[in-house]
């Protein structure tokens, strides 16, 4: 092969680089001769090596992008370089220790390195006084995990770097400690690490951390972000009338303002209801993986007690202790009286701190544990010498409270709220009221009867528990309601089922599943019963009505009869549920009508809309500052309002109508553009004359005329 003349090698690594990437076999000898320089260049090095050595510097870089060309000559360059490093971490000069990072990171890319190996090589050099060296080793080794576990997850490798970064927490060097938590943590939040195992090592290790920036940094992983709670509030400020939009439009006048403004409504309105049928993603918290809850939550408080930190991070313990006992539902008799000493309304962040406490309550905490803090509540905030809006935040503070432990609140106290309801301010009676709603579902007993409000149907069947008493439940709630119209099982009598012991019995099928319809005798037999009964109870009730004179007594055994009956009939059609949910699979159609047929229960005979049962797991700090009231607009947000009217709209101006705006324009248009001394003379012409002056242009043109003749 002929070698071109102007080559400058050896002295040109970028063009001996460009040459054996192209022809390696070719170039070998050129190669090993920089190879043997690098080699004397490392050894001098090594006698100073805090100051830089550019040669060094370019030879490394160079032998790191060409190693996959000659495996066996560049087996010991990785080493040599992880040496140094390990050696001289701190004292190399920094351009010197990039360099050597770098050149790793292209043999890592290339396969050449181990990934252990050079994992926790990079995590020894967290410990380096060089915060944009740490930066860029974060970036590579999140990157590098990412890339590994991409196609399928390497459990041994990833086990074995867990347990490295469990040592590196703990390391004395707090720089090195805080960025190992940050890694651990932006790959849990990339679904890479998302197991059980990177949970308990943060919750052991960071919580419990000396260092102040490791400990927030890992009650703030616990803590998250609310992500459902910022997309709920987006909403309902993006929430659109559509409605009330299509009516106004119709009534008003038309208008280019208002076809616009309707048009842009429309199209909000489509985007939202696709956001709608969109499937939830669920992004389950870490805290709910802790192995050991209770341990961690006296571990936490016990650390809080005897705290000198800041109060932005005893407010952070607080949050985290709380949703441990709220979510796993822990026993920490002490949280609660510690708690108390904050409930002032001239604290400092209290409305947080109302929600610690109702995070933190949940069924199975004895009320009496509980009550001071509602009583704490009540003779601090819910008084009339505080302002209404601290009164509507007691009161909204206590309904949340009582909404996850009913029985904290004793009778004596509740109606004295609920007196509330008629208060001067609306915020105060809005949640007052709120709070009598809630105790009309759970224990309507505890109130006034005047406050109970008509019972409906679902507050007549749901029982009253007592402490610790779960409700289990052993069918479908509300299946009740497919055996109005369903043709599916005759709940047969005794002697029946006796005689049809060892022989097939037909099942028939509800609508939709096929099989035999029931006879029209059925039914005109059942519709016979059906007028039977009824009659029986005209009956009894005439005679009822005939034995009334007769005495109480014969009343009262009236009424027992009846609610026997009625005792006997629900129990019947609970019976008949049961076995219907043991022996047929329920369709969309009937869980949609189970649906209605719970709705229904609750709005019958009482309110317009249900109330919501079901607690979230996290009290949203929009509920206790929730003031039903209209806030003015400041300065701010009334320039927010006027720029968001200002965006899609045309230019304000006067506008003559013409179809093409680049042709010319009229003397009118023109004449605003001119400058005043072109048209001073016209001005002049437009003041008002005055009669002599009249009388001496009038005699000028008489003149004028005269001579003309």
């Not at 009650?219 to 559509?242: I, M, P, Q, R, T």
Request: proline share 3%.
């Amino acid at each position: 092969m002929v070698r071109p003349n102007n080559n400058q090698l050896p002295e040109n690594l970028p063009q001996l680089q460009n040459l054996i990437k192209r022809d390696p076999e070719s170039y070998s000898d050129e190669f090993h001769i920089q190879y043997q320089h690098f080699l004397s260049l490392l050894e001098v090095f090594a006698l100073n090596p805090g100051e830089e050595n550019k040669s060094l510097d370019d030879i490394v870089m160079f032998i790191a992008q060409v190693a996959q060309c000659y495996p066996k000559v560049c087996e010991e360059f990785p080493k040599r370089l992880s040496d140094l490093l390990k050696n001289y971490a701190t004292v190399l000069d920094p351009a010197m220790r990039n360099c050597f990072v770098k050149a790793l990171i292209l043999l890592r890319n290339k396969n050449l390195v181990p990934a252990l190996d050079i994992l926790e090589l990079f995590f020894q050099l967290l410990r380096c006084p060089d915060k944009n060296l740490r930066t860029f080793l974060q970036t590579h080794i999140v990157t590098d995990i990412k890339n590994m576990n991409a196609k399928h997850k390497d459990m041994k490798l990833n086990s074995s770097l867990q347990a490295f970064m469990y040592s590196m927490l703990k390391d004395a060097n707090p720089k090195a400690a805080k960025m190992s938590a940050d890694i651990m943590i932006e790959l849990y939040k990339k679904n890479i690490w998302n197991d059980a195992k990177t949970v308990n090592v943060i919750a052991t290790v960071g919580c419990f951390s000396k260092v102040t920036k490791v400990l927030v940094t890992s009650l703030k992983f616990f803590l998250g972000h609310d992500e459902e709670e910022e997309e709920s509030d987006s909403d309902s400020e993006n929430e659109v009338d559509l409605k009330g939009a299509l009516m106004a439009n119709r009534v008003n006048k038309k208008t280019k303002k208002r076809q616009k403004q309707l048009a842009q409504i429309k199209k909000q309105a489509v985007k939202a209801q696709k956001k709608k049928k969109n499937a939830p993603a669920f992004n389950f918290s870490g805290i709910h993986l802790v192995h050991n809850p209770q341990g961690m939550a006296e571990g936490l408080f016990k650390q809080l007690q005897g705290s000198n930190e800041r109060f932005e991070v005893k407010l952070m313990h607080l949050d985290v202790i709380s949703r441990l006992i709220g979510i796993h539902e822990l026993f920490l008799f002490g949280f609660y009286p510690y708690i108390t000493r904050f409930l002032q309304p001239h604290q400092r962040q209290v409305t947080r701190v109302l929600q610690f406490a109702a995070q933190a309550s949940h069924e199975l905490v004895p009320g009496d544990i509980i009550e001071p803090i509602l009583k704490t509540i009540a003779n601090n905030f819910i008084t009339e010498r505080n302002s209404s809006d601290v009164m509507a935040i007691g009161l909204n503070a206590t309904r949340e409270i009582c909404m996850r432990c009913p029985l904290a609140m004793g009778e004596d106290l509740l109606q004295d709220l609920a007196m509330y309801k008629t208060y001067k301010e609306k915020s105060v009676m809005m949640a007052a009221r709120s709070l009598i709603t809630l105790y009309r579902e759970h224990l309507p007993a505890l109130l006034h009867k005047k406050d109970r409000g008509r019972q409906t149907e679902a507050q007549a069947e749901r029982k009253v528990r007592a402490y610790g008493e779960r409700e289990v439940h052993d069918t479908v709630l509300g299946a009740e309601a497919l055996l109005k119209d369903s043709k599916t099982i005759d709940i047969e009598s005794d002697e029946d089922t006796d005689s049809n012991d060892g022989e097939w019995v037909n099942v028939t099928h509800s609508d939709g599943e096929g099989g035999p319809d029931v006879d029209d005798d059925d039914e005109e037999e059942d519709e016979d019963d059906e007028e039977e009964d009824d009659e029986e109870d005209e009956g009894n009730s005439d005679e009822e009505d005939s034995n009334s004179d007769e005495g109480v007594g014969s009343g009262e055994e009236a009424d027992k009869t009846k609610k026997q009956k009625a005792d006997l009939k629900i129990l019947n059609q609970k019976e008949a549920a049961q076995e219907l949910a043991l022996t047929r699979i329920f369709t969309d159609e009937d869980f949609k009508r189970i649906n209605a047929a719970n709705l229904k229960k609750t709005v019958t005979s009482a309110r317009k809309r249900p109330l919501e049962q079901d607690r979230a797991e996290f009290v949203k700090l929009n509920s206790i500052e929730m003031i039903y009231k209209k806030r003015k607009h400041d300065k701010e947000s009334r320039l927010e309002t006027v720029q968001a009217g200002r965006k899609d709209r045309e230019r304000f101006g006067w506008k003559d109508g013409r179809v093409n705006e680049n042709c010319s324009k009229t003397n009118r248009e023109k004449r605003k553009t001119k400058n005043f001394g072109m048209l001073r003379h016209k001005a002049r012409s437009k003041v008002k004359k005055s009669f002599k002056d009249k009388q001496q242009a009038l005699r000028k043109h008489l003149l004028h005329q005269k001579k003309m003749k």
